[in-house]
């Protein structure tokens, strides 16, 4: 999760297809604008649109925090009413932090993830709207939008900074587009997962070194500690590699044994 | 999702129960520092450890940007290797962006979140590594771990900073420890949703103004008209108070028509 990670910029913009437009209304800083755009870009989104910055828009004040998310900030479009900055949208989310008095849907951002999906499946075209940092939206936007969504966070301490809330909504919507699975097994280099034969040779090969050594004692709970120590052995996942380590740990020990017994008295 | 939306600082930590410890690796500046903690807060969060932060530990670098987040800055430690800070945990995740050449299971941070919940309930508690914000974990410090996480995001660009990765892992924990439901209707103060007996009133009411206005024709269309009218306020799932404010809408178009009638030519 660090700076060095990335793919040459040129490859980022492929990823940007079909999310939502991020509509930031009266942002206050420009550094705060650089760090959505850098969150949008990790969550594959490329349609910023500004609603009245308070001091102006300045790509050379939100350059920075931006860290290297040009294809966003090049992309950028500034407008005078949060109105015209919603034009070509279908559907709009509204984000807040405290409930609103108002009749209106309130989802979770999963939620609002799976809806826009649905939604760009169908044809329409969808966006989020994030209030000034200080005060969040007003109702006057609010009612612009179609649902509302609220993160579910401490409710002793829901304060998000711009980037941050830009960040789960965008990550919630990317969770829709990947097709990632939830746990996979890492495999190094050249090796795979251990078949139940390799597996099954290795317990045999452990059995027959224990006998030897006079480890399985008393010969009643012997059973017992077979099923243990393949029960711990599945858990480890090994790999076929590992599984020859394993093996030859126990021919070292086994020969080491011998070297022992065979050596002049 | 802005600045004056907390409760009294006081009860963010009430919020605070069972969660896993974030472990930053030789974090190179104080104000991530200060940021992580305000996400942790966001969290639920409040067991934060440093490993060998690269300019030492300042309480001062770091609160301006833990913007109020005191709770988690005062229960800080700090620690000379990754070994010490792990020495209390069961469960540890490593993040990692890139992929590493290694045998460990890789998760998502949803699927991590379920494991930790599951392990909490099990009476284990967890931790999670992050790397510097320049490069990362070191191997030496992911074979500490059971398991990496990978957070699924723009290929192209994945850099996240500290703080930005550590929300992520935070919001999954926080969202497998509420019971918020996904979608709920927002009704505003004094009124609830209409009831069917209600809207059936509407619906009648509606049928006779537009009977009387002529608005119903031709005939053999009427009854698909009437169809796709009461599907359409179905859709907009109005209160009662709205169902009111609609009769008298119809009440006053129907009233300023008799009066236009009634007057003297």
Not at 134 to 137: A, I, K, M, T
């Given at each position: 999760m660090s700076g060095d990670d990335r793919l040459p910029k040129s490859s980022a913009a492929d990823y940007c297809v079909g999310g939502p437009a991020i509509i930031l209304v009266k942002p206050q800083l420009g550094e705060n604008i650089g760090m959505v755009s850098r969150a949008m870009l990790n969550c594959g989104l490329n349609d910023l649109r500004l609603v009245n910055p308070r001091d102006g828009w300045s790509y050379e004040k939100a350059e920075k925090a931006a860290a290297g998310s040009d294809v966003v900030l090049n992309n950028l479009k500034v407008f005078d009413t949060t109105e015209e900055a919603l034009a070509d949208l279908n559907h709009v989310f509204a984000t807040t932090a405290r409930g609103r008095d108002m009749n209106k849907p309130v989802v979770t951002p999963r939620k609002a993830a799976d809806m826009m999906a649905g939604q760009a499946q169908g044809g329409g075209k969808a966006g989020i709207l994030f209030g000034r940092e200080?005060?969040?939206?007003h109702n006057d936007d609010i009612v612009l939008s179609d649902t509302t969504v609220m993160v579910p966070l401490n409710p002793g301490y829901l304060s998000l900074n711009l980037a941050q809330a830009v960040l789960i909504m965008g990550y919630e919507w990317y969770q829709t587009q990947v097709d990632a699975p939830e746990l996979r097994m890492g495999v190094k280099g050249e090796t795979r997962q251990a078949t139940k034969q390799e597996l099954v040779g290795f317990f045999e090969h452990l059995d027959d070194c224990l006998t030897t050594t006079g480890f399985y004692f008393p010969p009643e709970k012997v059973p017992t500690m077979k099923q243990n120590l393949r029960n711990m052995f599945q858990r480890a996942q090994l790999t076929e590699q590992e599984v020859k380590t394993f093996r030859g740990i126990l021919s070292s020990f086994m020969k080491f044994r011998r070297q022992a017994k065979d050596r002049p008295k």
């Open positions: 200080s005060r969040g939206l």
